[in-house]
């Protein structure tokens, strides 16, 4: 690396930072703050989630760390290089994989592998070789010959992924990587992206789905409105909650009154608030709570027609920090 | 899956620097759009051909068949000497659509809904780059453009009808490289200014005023008796036109006919590379990078 120029190289970054942001900020024309003073570091070989609503500023967030968006404000620096300096160097160190198939219309199944490695600089050979050897890998070779508008919505995508990493980026970026695909293609990503984790390359990745934070990501930031407002390991933030279980009451009637009495009444509990148009209950302790609920419920004279007891989850911890839902 | 990514090859072992990595990512973009000029060879054949062809066709072989008039003479002389003009004009004119067409409609697609420019912008080198490779790419189709019309204006007419061509090489060599960039410029222009979904809407308002009064079927100089009082007003409005000096610079380069000084016309056309490549280049980044 060059390293001529102070602003070129974050000398701070630790050899296990590889993505460093701060108060990285971006504000549209029309005083419109996508971006708020972000935060972030994320360490060679983890996978790391950006979670939010849809607006929450995670594309602009990977937009940003990825050239494609110019910061406003703050610094970020991926594998050690200045993002907003030097944006030409730090796209040999990015792969990205963008929400919408922006596959290259004109090009083969192939040739969009091989175009790519080109791109970056690889000899023909070495590019063809690629091409091939990666069609292998992520199972597309039969397809190799295909135009790209005629493969499945999933084979686009894993097309995509494999072309974001033939130049062996030290970083992947990945926005909503499963949006709009069905759930057999959600599932087989899922295993390419536990395969890629596996073999230590240091992901990215933005969603709005709760499962897929939970299970894919080391190290998720709950992001809303621009700002990040936790991060932690799911399990850390599923912990902030501060409590054993959750349960959620579906009934008729004032869901206000019913949730005020049932905290007063019910052993336990040490929240409750409505969601969505059900009462939810934060308990401590779960052993015999259900029969609690309903007898207490009976007693008030409330009518319940549905009761559910679940473990906290990443919803839970979203509504805790934004009183609202985060919707698929 | 064992090594899709390989987590020691890290950016201080491996990177090249920016000029390296620019240097070749533009040879490979250009190589990109070659492959899809051949992938779409018959297509791009046919549409350099069809418009010059028919031009030809009505003007130098129907027109003299039925006895219509051209040239402002009868005879064939006054044929002749029009479709010397026409020639001139047309190869101008050919380059101009190249030009176009080879920059402005497809980034109409690759800047539409699915961003697929994206990859490319993504390549290791300046964004602008990318923009000044799309406009190479195009001048090249504006060459292969040129020489697949000029032969072929040349020839067709009816019996006793000459183009009587008077080649100055030195002239021709550097005007239709300085031709086909200007104009691939200008594709880049329109292709970046203009929203996608209008891009139909830029043939009937700019490509159709530009071709009928950009001088394919009149020499500028001749525009001169159009006047409101004393003033040569279409001749002057005309300058308006950055096809008129293609063609003009064709019909110096081809004919003995009169036309716009040289100095003038290489002047300008430089001049309006310039504007257009730094606008094209402005407006591709707007389009890319927010």
């Known amino acids: ?42 360490h060679h070989g983890e996978i790391f989630g950006l979670l939010g609503p849809n607006g929450a500023g995670k594309t602009t967030t990977v937009g940003m760390l990825t050239t494609l968006v110019i910061p406003t404000g703050g610094k970020a620096f991926v594998a050690g290089i200045n ?28 040739e969009n592998l091989y175009y790519h490695g080109r791109f970056f600089g690889m000899s023909a050979k070495e ?9 292998a890998k992520f199972r597309l070779t039969e397809r190799a010959k295909a135009e790209v508008m005629t493969i499945s919505g999933g084979m686009a995508k894993r097309l995509m992924v494999a072309r974001a990493l033939l130049h062996r980026p030290p970083v992947l970026f990945l926005d909503e990587p499963t949006a709009g695909l069905d759930p057999q293609s959600r599932i087989a990503l ?50 902030t909650v501060g409590t054993d279980s959750i349960v959620t009451v579906t009934a008729t009637g004032d869901l206000g009154a019913l949730a005020r009495f049932l905290q007063e009444r019910v052993e336990g509990v040490t929240k409750s608030q409505i969601v969505g148009g059900v009462v939810q209950l934060h308990v401590k302790g779960t052993r015999g709570v259900l029969p609690k609920v309903v007898a207490a419920a ?29 919707r698929d | 899956m064992a090594d899709i990514a390989s987590p020691t090859v890290y950016p201080t072992k491996s990177m090249r620097s920016a000029a390296a990595a620019s240097r070749s990512a533009f040879w490979a973009l250009l190589l990109r759009d070659l492959t899809v000029l051949r992938k779409n060879l018959g297509i791009f054949i046919a549409r350099t051909l069809v418009q010059p062809f028919l031009l030809v066709f009505v003007f130098l072989y129907v027109f003299p068949k039925i006895g219509q008039g051209i040239g402002g003479s009868a005879g064939t002389g006054g044929e002749s000497s029009f479709a010397a003009v026409l020639v001139a004009g047309v ?92 104009t691939s410029s200008f594709g880049l222009v329109l292709g970046t200014r203009i929203e996608p979904r209008n891009i139909g809407v830029m043939f009937g308002f700019i490509v159709l005023p530009i071709t009928f009064l950009g001088g394919t079927y009149y020499p500028w100089t001749s525009l001169g008796a159009i006047k409101v009082g004393s003033v040569p007003w279409l001749q002057i409005l ?42 094209g280049c402005r407006g591709f980044l707007r389009r890319v990078i927010s």
Not at chain 1, 83 to 96: H, S, Y
Not at chain 2, 109 to 116: D, I, L, Q, V
Not at chain 2, 241 to 257: D, K, M, S
Not at chain 2, 262 to 273: E, K, N, P, Q
């Open chain 1, 298 to 326: 009976e007693q008030g004279g409330f009518n319940i027609t549905d009761l559910s007891v679940a473990e906290p989850s990443l919803e839970t911890v979203f509504i805790n920090l934004t009183g609202k839902e985060l």
């Open chain 1, 127 to 135: 590019s063809r070789d690629a091409a091939d050897e990666s069609l």
């Open chain 2, 238 to 279: 005309v300058c308006a036109n950055p096809l008129i000096y293609v063609t003009e610079g064709f019909r110096a380069a081809l004919t003995t006919a009169p036309h716009m000084p040289l100095y003038v016309i290489y002047t300008v056309l430089s001049a309006l590379c310039g504007l257009f490549l730094w606008m």
């Open chain 1, 83 to 110: 993002v907003v300096a030097n944006p030409a160097l730090v796209k040999q160190v990015v792969g990205v994989v963008a929400q919408t198939n922006n596959l290259d219309r004109a090009l083969t199944v192939w």
């Open chain 2, 91 to 182: 190869v101008g004119l050919s380059i101009m659509f190249q030009g176009i067409q080879a920059v402005a409609l497809p980034l109409a697609n690759e800047f539409g809904y699915t961003k697929e420019i994206e990859d490319r912008v993504l390549a290791p080198l300046p964004v602008s780059l990318v923009a000044v490779g799309k406009v190479v790419a195009g001048a090249i189709q504006g060459l292969i453009a040129a020489a697949i019309v000029f032969p072929i204006a040349s020839v067709i007419h009816a019996p006793g009808v000459q183009a009587q061509l008077s080649v100055n090489w030195p002239v021709l060599l550097t005007l239709i490289p300085l031709s086909a960039i200007m």
């Open chain 1, 190 to 239: 899922w295993e390419i992206l536990d395969k890629l984790h596996a073999d230590g390359q240091t992901i990215l990745l933005t969603t709005h789905y709760m499962e897929e934070a939970d299970s894919l990501c080391d190290r998720l930031a709950i992001m809303d409105h621009g700002r990040i407002l936790a991060i932690d390991t799911p399990n850390g933030l599923k912990e």
């Open chain 1, 1 to 42: 690396m060059r390293t001529d120029s102070t602003d070129t190289v974050n000398h701070h970054a630790t050899a296990e930072e590889v993505i460093r942001c701060e108060q990285l900020t971006k504000r549209y024309p029309g005083n419109i703050l996508a971006v708020d003073r972000l935060d972030l570091s994320v």
